[in-house]
């Protein structure tokens, strides 16, 4: 057990370390970061207690062992820019990103199994080539750009859905008015991560399906006289399952932590859209004065 497990500890040891030493190593100073505009005025006793309140003036091995021993104490720090433990502020914005990200992810993996799945059972007719075609048209697309798209179709030209938020903060609405207005939001990132990640559920379902349709096992279920229904979904699917589930957990830690392009597209109350809440909001304004110039053209 430990053999196993050594190797994986080795690894996590090894990005903790680039994720400490990485930002060290860049050029400059890291006052700007911490106090803004200001550092410029610091006189060098003000920077010598910032850089030791930081604990900066200490070696950079004492460094990392520290890092490492409030890593293991749940210590995440402090962020620089809202000035509050991070701890507090992933677990104010995780039931959002869970959310968002649970939503797309379950819509995702269950349409891309069924399609998957029939697409393989029939190959060669209709939906699979639909299907296959579509799969590929949105796996080439850019997840940003697929993005920006749908906004600039639902909430620009066609004022439909909701741009901004993950509900609407300035209408005091409770009850079932509340979870239908968070749904109501909910619709376009939701949809936009569900496309981006339906592809690719697709194409690997379909892939493995195809493999084991043709199998000794299927022939055997089917000369039994067994449902056709329970042949796919009960004997091929739950062999195939296997690339299915490794790329479902995949999806799972995209979604829930690297998926801050939509955040910034149209920024919920996610991690990421505290950090780029301001950019998002020029990306909106940009849509708006583009769609309404080419309106009055």
Avoid at 3 to 16: F, G, K, N
Avoid at 116 to 128: E, I, K
Avoid at 167 to 194: E, K, S
Wanted: glycine share 10%; with cysteine.
């Amino acid at each position: 057990m430990l053999r196993r497990s050594l190797p994986h500890l080795l690894v996590l040891l090894l990005a903790l370390a680039i994720n400490f030493f990485l930002p060290r190593a860049m050029p400059g100073s890291p006052l700007p970061y911490m106090v803004g505009e200001e550092a410029g005025r610091l006189s060098p006793e003000e920077r010598q207690w910032v850089l030791a309140h930081y604990g900066l003036e200490r070696p950079l091995w004492e460094q990392f062992g520290l890092y490492l021993r409030r890593l293991l104490q749940g210590d995440l720090g402090r962020s620089l820019q809202d000035k509050q433990p991070v701890l507090q502020l992933i677990l104010e914005r995780l039931p959002w990103t869970l959310l968002l990200s649970g939503s797309a992810l379950l819509l995702a993996s269950g349409l891309g199994l069924l399609l998957g799945a029939f697409a393989a059972r029939y190959r060669g007719g209709w939906l699979d080539r639909t299907g296959f075609a579509g799969a590929v048209l949105l796996d080439a697309m850019p997840s940003f750009w697929l993005g920006m798209l749908l906004i600039a179709l639902f909430a620009v030209q066609w004022p439909i859905l909701p741009v901004y938020g993950a509900y609407t903060a300035w209408a005091n609405l409770q009850g079932l008015a509340w979870l239908l207005d968070v749904g109501r939001h909910l619709i376009l990132p939701a949809l936009t991560l569900t496309l981006s990640s339906l592809a690719g559920m697709f194409l690997v379902t379909r892939y493995a399906m195809l493999g084991t349709l043709h199998q000794d096992y299927i022939r055997t279920a089917r000369a039994k006289g067994l449902p056709e229904r329970q042949v796919i979904f009960k004997h091929a699917l739950r062999n195939a399952a296997l690339p299915v589930v490794t790329l479902f957990m995949l999806n799972l830690g995209s979604l829930v932590g690297g998926r801050w392009w939509w955040r910034r597209c149209s920024p919920t109350q996610g991690w990421a859209g505290s950090c780029t809440r301001r950019r998002a909001r020029g990306t909106t304004l940009f849509f708006r004065g583009f769609c309404s110039s080419s309106r009055s053209r």
